[in-house]
């Protein structure tokens, strides 16, 4: 069977699940990013045609929720908040000291073979553990520019391990 088979089986699966119900479509596209750690387009064209609904509407949908992507993703997912605490407390150090590290262009970006991808959020909502990053779901506070290289060096090592 082709990938691009499989790939519409296993969405078909999930509109099966929901029932083929538009109103469940933030369920449905939420499915569907959990499973390829975004939205592809050839799947949201997929989706429109099975609910019976036009593109344009779940295109909308997917650009209006920021939890949503249309770009693929990394393995490991770095948040660092820059919000008022954190920036107070110097976080844009800790994105200088990411973006170098992994040789990172650009403002959110997928980086090292497609392991990580370096996102900079407004807020973490953990002010007081400023400055605060997220690696996939794991939080760290009051990180250091040290921290961070050791974070990512421990993460490196295990995909090195893997391979």
Do not use: W
Not at 75 to 82: R, T, Y
């Amino acid at each position: 069977m082709k990938l691009s088979c499989i790939k519409y089986k296993i969405v078909y699966r999930i509109l099966e699940k929901n029932n083929f119900d538009k109103s469940r479509l933030i369920s449905i596209l939420q499915a569907v990013q959990k499973e390829y750690k975004y939205l592809p387009e050839e799947i949201l064209f997929f989706i429109a045609s099975s609910l019976s609904i036009s593109p344009a509407k779940i295109y909308g949908v997917a650009t209006f929720f920021t939890h949503f992507t249309l770009q693929p993703k990394g393995k490991h997912i770095i948040k660092v908040c820059d919000g008022t605490a954190c920036h107070i407390k110097k976080s844009i150090n800790l994105i200088d000291v990411l973006r170098n590290k992994l040789e990172a262009k650009g403002k959110n970006c997928l980086i090292k073979e497609n392991i990580f991808t370096v996102e900079t959020v407004s807020c973490l909502g953990a002010c007081g553990l400023a400055p605060v990053l997220i690696i996939d779901y794991d939080v760290y506070g009051q990180v250091t520019p040290d921290k961070v290289i050791s974070l990512i060096d421990v993460i490196l090592e295990q995909e090195m391990v893997k391979k």
